[in-house]
């Protein structure tokens, strides 16, 4: 046990100063272009989904939530929303960047998204073309403050608060992915996962469903660590949107929508994931 602490401590203390660097840069592109990537978004029109795939892309704070909000309202169309979703990466980035993770997978895994993003939402907007989705508009609370890193105050103070709660979240999880990798072994770990198995997407999209950045945080490093496969990781980032999904049930009345919105993530997650393991295998 001792043995697993220090190991924990020190993969811990190495990430810290890449972690702190990477939210500092995150904050500053956030403070500096959020009000304009929501002007952006909110008179986009028909092309919402590509602007939605590309800015849902960059790690802000509370970007789904906001557009969340924006869709509750009909500022945005389902198919926008749907595009920010599935293109959200929350904490996938930072960490990728701070375990030291090649260029050319991050840039595929971010390309991936927000290529599916950009399509689905497209396609999402063109089926439901006819349909009347314009609602009275309403004053909704923004709840970015309550759930993420305090932007009303200073990059410096959002960058160490935020880094210290994703800090401390991966050391729980490291720690506890040490505990399972020293008394039961990557491989058997891979198995529970399903790790080469066509199954692995359907168990990694409900995990990225879970209204955290948990989510983002766990399948990044089980990636990292080679439990899962880049498909299964993928399928759990493209259906893991941070608090978002709460929000939604939060500020959008149709509970049925929500539902459908929710079960249309999940399925695009899997058999994202399924197609490009087929891909792969071609390869």
């Known amino acids: 046990m001792k043995e697993i602490i220090v190991d924990t401590l020190l993969d811990v203390l190495k990430l810290l100063p890449f972690l702190f660097v990477a939210f500092l840069i995150m904050e500053y592109i956030e403070h500096k272009i959020s009000e304009k990537s929501k002007s952006k978004i909110s008179k986009s029109g028909k092309f919402g989904p590509f602007f939605g795939s590309l800015l849902g892309a960059i790690p802000q704070c509370g970007f789904s939530v906001m557009a969340t909000n924006l869709y509750a309202t009909r500022i945005i169309t389902i198919g926008t929303l749907i595009s920010i979703f599935l293109s959200t990466s929350d904490e996938m980035l930072p960490i990728l960047i701070s375990n030291g993770a090649k260029a050319g997978v991050i840039f595929k895994i971010l390309l991936i998204k927000i290529l599916i993003g950009m399509v689905i939402g497209f396609l999402i907007d063109f089926i439901l073309r006819k349909k009347n989705e314009s609602k009275k508009n309403y004053e ?144």
Not at 219 to 231: C, F, K, P, R
């Open 140 to 283: 909704i609370k923004d709840f970015c403050l309550d759930h993420h890193c305090d932007c009303e105050h200073s990059i410096w103070k959002s960058t160490i608060k935020h880094t210290i709660n994703i800090i401390l979240f991966v050391m729980v999880i490291t720690f506890l992915l040490n505990i399972g990798f020293y008394y039961l072994g990557k491989e058997n770990i891979g198995r529970l996962f399903l790790k080469d198995s066509f199954i692995g997407p359907f168990i990694s999209s409900l995990i990225g469903l879970i209204p955290n950045c948990a989510s983002s945080v766990i399948l990044t490093e089980l990636y990292l660590n080679n439990v899962v496969s880049l498909a299964s990781c993928i399928s759990g980032l493209l259906t893991g949107s941070g608090v978002a999904l709460l929000v939604l049930f939060k500020v959008n009345k149709n509970k049925k929508e929500n539902g459908i919105i929710v079960l249309t993530l999940y399925l695009i997650g899997a058999l994202s994931g399924v197609l490009i393991q087929i891909v792969e295998s071609l390869l």
